[in-house]
């Protein structure tokens, strides 16, 4: 069983996992300030990652600002980032950004670099440049505040260069700052430099040199404050641990240790978790120590990459402390993970496997941690064996978790003698009391209170109330109980604590009700809930409330009020509001106020909920039944609660009962409640009746409604109209209008639809209103006002039908309305028309003059449909005015005209508006088309070439079926607008000339682009026309340019080529140079060619120079045309020799001709792009002289790989010798010595290797090792001095020798493990154990070594070798436990003396694994016992007994186990292999073992005999199942003496089973024991009648005695008189003396003549009875004394005051017998109506005789005592006080003896009293008779 580690480690998070890319994840990118964020910067992304640890979310920032970030380093809680950048003038810029808040907190500038920068708490940044440190506060407007200025380099300085800072740390009291860095040594290593400053003292000491430090704040042994420490590592390396500020020089703690790092590692980072105590180191090849401070002890060190399972190694990047203990860090993959102290592996981590109990204890016992209870509790004993008490009680308080500080422990301290001259125990106490930071637990706090509260002392409370508020005591519920009583605040304060809710609430409730304070008891109440949450308690909070309600009613309210408002303001009900109202309302009388109270102040804040309807029903109806109407009336028209939800007809009842009629018919649903309430409806406000019809359905409202109009349409009118308006939409207006004209009544109509026509958007209802309004215009004379302002504005109604109503209305009175509707809907010629038949012409005149002008048009059309004259159309247009807002006015007039062709009638109105300057077309237009009508061509012509206003469209259209050459005209006249038309009208018309002219001066492309369309048939006709007449005519470039563009937009290109060579080559005119010698029409011309004519460009590239060479053999070697020659040809003609070359070989791919040209040409260039291609094609060799020729190494990489695939390694030489005259490669050089090495130019080799070059050994090296090329290899590896490397050429060139004296020189693991592996295969076992001395003192590299030896099955060398390291100086654990291992496999005889001497060396959980597996069972055993698992060590011992059991050896071993269940697995195992041995296994194990247990196991095997010693040992526990056991075995070992002395010194087991398997036996001393049993259970009458069965006279007697039963005890004489035994009757009249009646007995005497047995029992009765009566004599005398005394005075005062107010006699001067009962009888009487003396009621018998009410054996009735006796409750003569008679007497005590009376007890009859008589003297049949 391995031992678990003392550091663990846990996994939180890997960064790829969130999308962050691993060149991202690096020292320079990620930030770490604590385990909550990790910041990536992803340059890549131009992005800052914030990454949440435990949400595992990530959030990004854009950096892609200028300048960017350069950092970002999150706050170590809040959702804050810092960030930084460059202001690009040599300082920084530092923000502090909320992310939460998306808000700049804070800015800063640094007119320095900042080198490093850190949070150093949750408020403050550390700032670092190269001159100064500052602290950054984020709170406040201060900029960085500077600490101190760093130290510079000087002579003296063990650093050169500039230092990297990589940590900062403050201490905790904030006057100690630590800035560490690193940086270039003097000698050329790293160092650390560290400068330490003292705030307190404004000074820094001067920089050591140390790599990493840290503070740590600890309570040092002794020191009851915490101390700073300093912690840094040193050369050597060491850890220097040193006090800061310490009390004195003297008591300053110092502490050294060394430190263990591989060659060339150091330390990056120290931290220090305070709250263990250990110090956890990293170092730069990722090294893991954790050191505990206190001791400086290293009890941890290993490489984190091997805590990792199965992940590749990577260096640690970030770290920083963890919040929650350990250190968190951040590796080069990615991985988040938490370092931490395993708190239950590491004491026993270094108790066991290092074996320092001394550290392990200290650590237990400092940091309160598990693992140390075995140690502890010998320590403890030993202490206490050697009487160190003291010591002892120290060691118990300072114990680790308590495991001394127990109920034995205090047991132990209470029988120790004083200490000190005080008790042991209270020692302790003090101890523990005194001890700073030491608390009682539970059992030593109650232990301590009680005699402190027994003694009732006050300063003992406040002692208690001192020591709780130091935390000295632990809180329980005991201890609060003790409390309670003295301290109900102190009580409550530990009820808290201890977690006891309930207790905790009564005693707030219990405060509570005695507070006077309102707002200090509700303060109480807030805190019972709060109390309740926080502790997760739910109590009955309504039981708390009737319980506070019984004590304070005001309080109980207040609180009920407290928890309804819980739930308005934190969303949580806490209490049933039902079940708080029964509550109030249960109680006497019911507290309506407070419920009401309650319930509103709930309601109100829930709002109206439906789940409320029984509490809203309740509180209306608790008021309204009690009489408080008002208050129900007042809720209801509340506007803070709005109940909607309540029982409405409960409700609407009581409303009607108490005479609010309006709520009661707003809460009835039944129309006939409706009908009986609304008889009422004169006496109720319309509003309240608006508000009830807006529940009613729209059938049930206007049944209503109609109802009311039957009553009366004038006197209920205004009431249906305000009522209809109000619930217009609800009860439609369709339905309300319907019933109004039900009644015909239009004027209810009319003030309906008033209210909401304007507003309205139905067409029905705004017609409605307008014929109401029309209708009832007689009656209501505005009406027709509103109908006309109606059909002006509004703009929803049904126009036609309202023309068409109006119409037939006949409103010649007032045709207002019918006039706005035509002239809004357009029915103006219906207008004009109804208004011409109706002779109204002056209303056209004024409608088209004043009221519209802009319908003029229709107007006119109209009247010339209707025939009017044209003089009064002429007239009506005279004075018309086109109107400015309407532009097509003219237009539409003209167009009117022209329907009729009449247009001629517009000509002076037209001219009229030109002769005006009119600037309308549709003017000139008109005119246009007069004049096209009437007049001649050329006079049409002339207007339309000369006036401009007209539009060439309409016009144009127009003369299309008159004369098209007019419309060519117009059309041209627009210039663009009318192309479509004018293009339309050519090709219609055969006008291609015409076309092919205004095409080309239009310059258009889109127009060339449309006449171009090959779908147009019309275009070759247009083309002919263009190339003979348009273009030769053509004047600007521009003309030309755009119709070369359109032919090529057409994709014409032979037509193009045809234009362009007549413009080009065949248009020799003077002044076309311009077309001639243009450079853009000569590259259209070959381009062209190129795609549409191939065989023309050779021509063309020839007799044409102004063109494009390079452009246009590009695009002719493109592979779509593939002119090569052609493009070749431009090449050469424009002297581009690259791209010629290039053209033979990537287009034509003719390589010999490329090299023909190459010769030719001769230039550098060529030879390369030759080269190259030659290369390509595998022509490695010609490629080679061409790169030669061309003295060019750029494609040396290419070369170098070619020639290697082509083995040409002498050609190669010969290129890397000119390539390395170019360059400065190590590539070069690299290959060179490869070539050598190839070649076996060795000697080449060594003159390259002595001259300057750029080589890198390692490398090339390393390549030819791994070719195998040793020799070349070996001279590299002697030339730089590698002797790893170097032994590994030995080792393969079977040099031994010389491999063992390199890998000596080089002194490194792989490589000692590859010689010695080499050796070893090689059989050189001495040089093999040579190399072996340097491996096995790494215990990682052990296990491989052994395992290569014993794979090739060298054991005997492979011990030897284990033998030899275990005297090295270096030794380890591992060693050790290999050796061991192999003994257990190869020499088994060495190895139990192997595990005897160096058990505290060995890994015992691996060598055990090993002896597990070989079956070495007895050094399993030992093994167990050594670390400590003795379970395992016993069941070792039990499965393989036969091999390693012995008695001694498994008793040793089984009282050290821990798990109890191995004592009875060890007793199975006896029962089976030992029983023999049995009963001093379980002797030894007594007080260890559960001892019904172990019964129930043997008693189940059937083997208790075996174990019979242990049981007798362990009886006096007093255990019922070990005392059946013992009597079953005494029982059947027939031994009745030792059973019947366990039956009675252990009576724990079960009697009557025993009892009755006993009076069965056949043995009568067992029988006797039965007897005895049942006497013991009182099951007497069965034990006597067992003794009589016997004749155990003697047993029987003594079994009546112990009855205590009269009935028993006479039942046994009257037994042995039958029996005739009398000797035995006289023995037993003694022996149940007390309990035998007198009568009985000489009843029995008498009838069988035995006087003489009973005379001396009758003597001993009467003399026993005499000395009671006179004793009773003497005290009734000294009562009369007594009150006759107090008589006499009383007589005296009476005297003297008068006679007394009251008329009954007072209970002082009473008479005897007056206070028997409720008035006090006289003396003598028994009651109030007591009977003579002598008599014992009504019809009693005389004295001393019994009757009907007496008791059975002759007492007295019930109602009459003997004279001078009192009644049931009455004193004796004499006696006037409450208190009752002596004993004897009348009252409750009982009667005299022989006398009944009414409380009469069993043993003197029944009504005898329940004290009964004195023995002897109680009824008996004689006296009854």
Not at 525 to 546: F, W
Request: proline share 6%; aromatic share 8%; with cysteine.
């Amino acid at each position: 069983m391995s031992q678990a580690p003392p550091i663990g480690f846990k996994e939180i998070i890997k960064l790829p996992s969130m999308a962050i890319t691993p060149a991202s994840i690096s020292f320079k990118n990620v930030t770490l300030q604590s385990e909550k964020y990790i910041v990536v910067k992803e340059d890549d992304k131009k992005k800052i990652a914030i990454v949440t640890a435990g949400a595992k979310r990530v959030k990004r920032l854009n950096n892609a600002g200028n300048p960017p970030i350069d950092q970002a380093i999150m706050n170590p809680t809040a959702e804050v980032v810092a960030l930084r950048s460059s202001d690009g003038a040599g300082g920084t810029n530092l923000n502090i950004f909320s992310l939460q808040m998306k808000a700049n907190m804070k800015s800063s500038k640094v007119n320095e670099q900042v080198v490093f920068w850190k949070w150093i708490d949750e408020k403050t940044i550390s700032v670092v440049t190269p001159t100064r440190a500052y602290h950054w506060s984020i709170e406040g407007g201060t900029d960085p505040k500077q600490m101190f200025d760093r130290t510079v380099e000087k002579p003296e300085s063990h650093w050169t260069g500039p230092v990297q800072i990589i940590n900062y740390h403050e201490s905790k009291d904030k006057q100690w700052l630590i800035l560490g860095g690193l940086a270039k040594g003097k000698q050329g290593s790293i160092v650390g430099v560290l400068q330490v400053h003292s705030v307190k003292l404004n000074a820094s000491q001067q920089p050591m040199p140390s790599h990493a430090a840290c503070f740590a704040r600890l309570t040092l042994d002794g020191r009851s404050a915490p101390s700073n420490l300093i912690c840094f590592t040193t050369n050597g390396p060491m850890l220097q641990i040193l006090e800061l500020d310490p009390p004195s020089k003297d008591a300053a703690f110092k502490r050294k240790v060394p430190l263990q790092f591989k060659p060339g590692d150091f330390p990056v980072s120290i931290h220090c978790d305070d709250s263990i105590g250990t110090l956890f180191i990293l170092t730069h090849k990722g090294l893991l120590v954790a050191v505990e401070v206190t001791t400086a002890k290293v009890f941890f060190a290993n490489q984190t990459a091997k805590m990792f399972p199965n992940q590749p190694a990577t260096k640690i990047i970030a770290s920083c402390l963890s919040s929650e203990g350990g250190i968190v860090t951040v590796d080069g993959a990615g991985r988040v993970g938490n370092f931490f102290v395993e708190r239950k592996n590491v004491v026993r981590f270094i108790c066991g496997t290092l074996n320092d109990i001394e550290t392990g204890l200290k650590m237990a016992t400092r940091y309160n941690l598990p693992g140390a209870d075995q140690y502890i509790e010998k320590q403890f004993n030993v202490l206490m064996n050697s009487q160190r008490y003291e010591e002892a009680m120290r060691v118990t308080a300072n114990s680790p978790q308590g495991a001394l500080r127990t109920v034995q422990t205090m047991r132990a301290f209470k029988n120790l003698p004083p200490i000190n001259g005080q008790p042991a125990l209270l020692f302790y106490f003090n101890l523990l009391l005194n001890t700073p930071g030491a608390t009682l637990n539970t059992v030593e706090s109650i232990e301590l209170a009680k005699p402190i509260l027994q003694s009732g002392k006050p300063q003992g409370i406040a002692h208690i109330r001192d020591w709780l508020g130091k935390k000295k005591l632990t809180c329980s519920e005991e201890l609060g109980d003790l409390l309670k009583s003295t301290d109900l605040k102190l009580a409550l304060q530990v009820y808290s604590a201890a977690k006891v809710p309930e207790k905790v609430i009564a005693c707030f409730l219990a405060l509570s009700a005695k507070e006077m304070d309102d707002g200090k008891a509700n303060k109480i109440y807030q805190e019972i809930i709060k109390y309740a949450k926080n502790c997760n308690y739910t109590p009955d909070y309504c039981t708390l409330v009737g319980q506070l309600h019984r004590v304070n009613p005001v309080r109980a309210k207040d609180f009920a009020l407290v928890l309804i408002g819980q739930e308005e303001e934190t969303g949580e009900t806490l209490v049933n509001v039902g079940q708080l109202a029964d509550t109030f309302m249960f109680a006497q009388p019911p507290d309506v106020k407070s419920t009401t109270n309650i319930l509103l102040e709930y309601l109100r804040s829930r709002g109206d909920r439906e789940e409320d309807a029984a509490l809203q029903t309740r509180v209306l109806q608790i008021n309204l039944i009690h009489n408080n109407p008002r208050v129900a009336d007042a809720i209801l028209d509340s506007s803070d609660y709005n109940f909607t939800h309540f029982d409405k007809l409960k409700i609407a009842m009581n409303c009607e009962n108490v005479g609010l009629f309006d709520r009661a018919l707003e809460f009835y649903s039944d129309m006939k409640d409706y009908k009986r309430v609304l008889g009422h409806a004169p006496n109720m406000k319309i509003e309240h009746l608006q508000n009830f019809f807006g529940k009613l359905s729209p059938d049930e409202g206007i049944e209503c409604l109609t109802s009311l109009l039957k009553n009366g349409v004038r006197a209920n009118l205004r009431t249906v109209v305000e009522i209809a308006k109000k619930w217009s939409e609800q009860f439609t207006p369709k339905a309300l209008i319907e019933m109004f004209e039900e009644f015909n009544c239009y004027e209810g109509i009319y003030w309906y639809t008033v209210s909401f026509v304007s507003e309205c958007k139905e067409k029905e209802l705004v017609f409605k209103c307008i014929e109401a309004g029309v209708k009832c215009s007689a009656s209501v004379p505005q009406a027709i006002k509103f109908v006309t302002q109606i059909c002006r504005v509004h703009d929803h109604y049904d126009a036609k039908e309202v023309k068409d109503f109006l119409l037939d209305a006949n409103l010649k009175r007032d045709p207002r309305p019918l006039i706005y509707v035509c002239d809004r809907f357009g029915y103006i010629d219906e207008l004009t028309e109804y208004m011409w038949k109706n002779n109204l012409n002056q209303l056209i005149q004024a409608y088209v003059q004043r009221m519209n002008p802009k319908s003029t048009p229709i107007v006119v059309g109209t009247l010339l449909h209707l025939n009017a004259p044209e003089e009064f159309i002429k007239k009506l247009l005279e004075a018309m005015r086109p109107p400015t807002d309407d532009a097509k006015f003219v237009a539409k007039l003209v167009d009117e005209c022209e329907k009729v062709n009449r247009l001629v009638i517009l000509q002076p109105w037209l001219e009229s508006q030109q002769k005006d300057d009119s600037k309308d077309p549709e003017v000139y237009n008109g005119l246009a088309k007069i004049y096209v009508d009437t007049g001649t061509g050329k006079t049409a012509e002339k207007f339309l070439l000369e006036n401009d206003l007209y539009d060439p469209a309409v016009v144009g259209k127009f003369c299309e079926s008159r004369d098209p050459m007019l419309a060519v005209v117009a059309y041209k006249k627009a210039m663009g607008a009318c192309d479509d038309q004018l293009i339309e009208v050519t090709n219609k018309n055969g006008f291609f000339k015409d076309q092919a002219k205004y095409l080309v001066v239009r310059e258009d492309v889109d127009l060339w682009a449309k006449v171009l369309n090959e779908e147009n048939k019309h275009r070759r006709e247009l083309i002919d026309q263009v190339v003979a007449t348009a273009l030769p005519t053509a004047e600007t470039a521009q003309q030309v340019s755009v119709t070369v563009k359109a032919f090529m937009s057409a994709d014409l290109p032979n037509e193009l080529i045809e234009l362009l060579e007549r413009l080009i080559l065949h248009d020799t005119g003077t002044g076309r140079e311009q077309f001639r010698n243009n450079r853009n029409l000569q590259n259209l011309l070959i381009l062209t060619a190129i795609k549409a004519d191939k065989a023309r460009v050779m021509d063309y590239v020839n007799r044409l120079d102004n063109y494009e060479g390079p452009q246009i053999a590009k695009i002719a070697s493109h592979p779509e045309h593939k002119l090569y020659d052609e493009a070749f040809f431009i090449y050469k003609k424009f002297g581009m020799g690259v791209e010629a070359i290039q053209v033979l070989l990537q287009c034509k791919e003719d390589i010999e001709k490329a090299t023909d040209f190459a010769q030719n040409w001769d230039k550098p260039d060529v030879w390369v792009i030759l080269g190259k291609a030659q290369l390509d094609e595998k022509m490695t060799k010609d490629a080679i002289g061409s790169f030669l020729k061309a003295e060019d190494p750029q494609y040396f990489e290419d070369v170098i790989f070619a020639a290697k695939n082509d083995t040409l390694f002498d050609d190669l030489i010969d290129f890397l010798l000119m390539a390395r005259s170019k360059l400065k490669n190590p590539m070069l050089d690299n290959e060179l010595i490869y070539s050598y090495a190839r070649v076996e130019k060795l000697g080449e080799l060594e003159d390259f290797l002595n001259t300057k070059n750029n080589a890198k050994y390692p490398e090339i090296g390393e390549r030819l090792f791994q070719e195998k090329l040793y020799l070349a290899a070996k001279i590299i590896y002697k030339h730089i001095k590698d002797n790893s490397k170097l032994a590994l050429c030995y080792v393969h060139l079977k040099e031994f020798k010389n491999a063992v004296d390199a890998a000596n020189d080089a002194g490194k693991i792989p490589v000692w493990k590859e010689v010695c592996f080499s050796c070893v295969d090689a059989e050189e076992f001495k040089l093999a154990q040579r190399c072996a001395m340097h491996i096995i003192v790494y215990t990682n590299h052990l296990l491989e070594l052994c395992l290569h030896y014993e794979y090739h099955g060298y054991f005997d060398q492979l011990i030897e070798v284990l033998e030899a390291g275990i005297t090295l100086q270096r030794t380890h654990q591992g060693i050790f436990t290999q050796l061991g291992i192999c003994y257990c496999k190869y020499k088994e005889e060495k190895l139990m003396q192997h595990i005897k001497e160096h058990w505290s060396r060995l890994n015992i959980p691996k060598l055990l694994q090993a002896c597990r597996e070989n079956q070495k069972w007895l050094e399993v055993v030992h093994l167990y016992s050594y670390y400590s698992q003795h379970d395992n060590a016993i069941e070792t011992l039990m499965d393989h007994s036969a091999e390693c059991w012995s008695h001694e050896l498994f008793k040793k071993t089984v009282h050290q186990v821990s798990n109890s269940e191995m004592f009875y697995k060890a007793i199975d195992f006896y029962v089976q292999e030992q029983p023999l041995l049995l009963n001093d296994l379980c002797t030894d194990l007594t007080p260890k073992l559960d001892h019904s247990r172990v019964v129930t196991i043997i008693k189940r095997k059937g083997h208790l005999p075996l174990i019979k010693g242990y049981l007798l040992s362990v009886q006096n526990e007093n255990n019922s199942i070990i005392n059946e056991a013992i009597n079953q075995l005494f029982y059947e070992e027939e031994d009745y003496k030792n059973l019947l002395k366990s039956v009675d010194t252990y009576p724990n087991f079960d009697q009557p089973s025993l009892a009755t398997k006993l009076k069965k036996h056949e043995l009568l001393e067992f029988r006797r024991i039965a007897a005895h049993i049942y006497k013991m259970n009182q099951r007497f009458e069965e034990s006597m009648e067992l003794s009589k069965s016997d004749e155990m006279w003697d047993d029987a007697m003594k079994t009546a005695e112990a009855s205590a039963n009269v009935k028993l005890a006479e039942g046994l004489l009257y037994f042995f008189v039958e029996r005739k035994e009398y000797e035995c009757f006289s023995a037993c009249l003694y022996t149940c003396y007390e309990l035998i009646r007198p009568d009985v007995v000489l009843e029995l005497a008498w009838r069988n003549n035995l006087v003489d047995f009973v005379m001396p029992y009758m003597v001993q009765t009467f003399s026993d009875y005499s000395a009671k009566m006179s004793q009773l004599f003497g005290k009734v005398e000294a009562l009369e004394a007594k009150l006759d005394d107090g008589k006499k005075a009383e007589d005296e005062k009476e005297e003297e005051g008068g006679a007394p107010m009251l008329t009954a006699p007072l209970m002082i001067t009473a008479g005897p017998g007056m206070m028997g009962g409720p008035m006090g009888p006289p003396p003598g009487m028994g009651g109030p109506m007591g009977p003579p003396p002598g008599m014992g009621g009504p019809m009693g018998p005389p004295p001393g005789m019994g009757g009907p009410m007496g008791g059975p054996m002759g007492g007295r009735g019930p109602m009459g005592p003997p004279p001078g006796m009192g009644g049931p409750m009455g004193p004796p003569p004499g006696m006037g006080g409450p208190m009752g008679p002596p004993p004897g007497m009348g009252g409750p005590m009982g009667p005299p003896p022989g006398m009944g009376g009414p409380m009469g007890g069993p043993m003197g009859g029944p009504m005898g009293g329940p004290m009964g008589p004195p023995p002897g003297m109680g009824q008996s049949p004689f006296f009854g008779q």
